[in-house]
């Protein structure tokens, strides 16, 4: 997988939009940009995915760069329940395409 | 969306002993996978299940001590043979639709929380 580099944690006010980056340096012109995300002791759930337009779903907002070296997951308005660790993951384009590699994520804390 | 449910959620094992957890799917799906995340640390993939044939295994996990099962598109089973302290871990199961090829939307487990001492 395209490497990825995201902080290691991150605070944001209940009610806030809550900004998480991830840059993919590496990442080839037909490679996706996927996130997930581990709350406490439950399995990652998927969240979004892209390719290089903007996408919005029911739960997040993803913004990728121009020129596709990095992208922001966006939760517009963090509640408590959104605390968990956030994957930025950019799998395989070939052979192991549904394969994921996890890296240490980024631990977002909402904060009351 | 797919619900998949594991057994047992939770055990606590001797040394030496073996342990297999089971994957259920609410519905049939072609693409099964094990992982393990280890306390404290990110998943980590051990195999691909695949029906109908052995599974494929990546590096640093061999079939002898994770053996897998998957009979049909709705079920696999790990097993964590002669088991150690450091295989004290989560072992999450995760499924995939066969929707088109860059599709990489995993749904996964609860997890089974396996314990050695």
């Known amino acids: 997988d395209a490497k990825t580099t995201q902080p290691p944690s991150m605070d944001c006010a209940e009610g806030r939009a809550a900004n998480l980056p991830c840059n993919h340096s590496t990442i080839s012109g037909n490679e996706y940009v996927y996130w997930y995300r581990q709350i406490h002791s439950q399995g990652p759930q998927y969240i979004i995915h892209?390719?290089?337009n903007n996408e919005t779903n029911e739960m997040a907002s993803l913004i990728i760069t121009e020129d596709r070296k990095s992208s922001t997951l966006i939760l517009p308005h963090a509640t408590l329940r959104d605390t968990a660790v956030y994957y930025c993951i950019v799998p395989l384009s070939s052979g192991s395409a549904r394969q994921l590699t996890f890296g240490s994520g980024t631990q977002l804390t909402v904060l009351p | 969306s797919a619900v998949i449910s594991q057994k047992p959620s939770r055990d606590i094992c001797q040394r030496g002993t073996s342990l297999t957890i089971q994957c259920q799917v609410d519905s049939q799906v072609t693409m099964m996978f094990w992982y393990r995340q280890q306390p404290g640390q990110s998943l980590t993939l051990i195999a691909t299940?695949?029906?109908?044939?052995?599974?494929?295994?990546e590096s640093g996990f061999v079939i002898d001590k994770f053996p897998i099962s998957r009979p049909n598109l709705t079920f696999s089973t790990l097993t964590v043979s002669n088991m150690s302290p450091e295989d004290s871990s989560i072992y999450l199961c995760?499924?995939?639709?066969?929707?088109?090829?860059?599709?990489?939307?995993?749904?996964f487990g609860p997890g089974t929380r396996l314990t050695v001492l």
């Open positions: 892209g390719l290089k």
């Open positions: 299940a695949n029906q109908g044939s052995e599974a494929t295994y």
């Open positions: 995760s499924v995939s639709r066969d929707r088109e090829f860059n599709d990489n939307e995993q749904f």
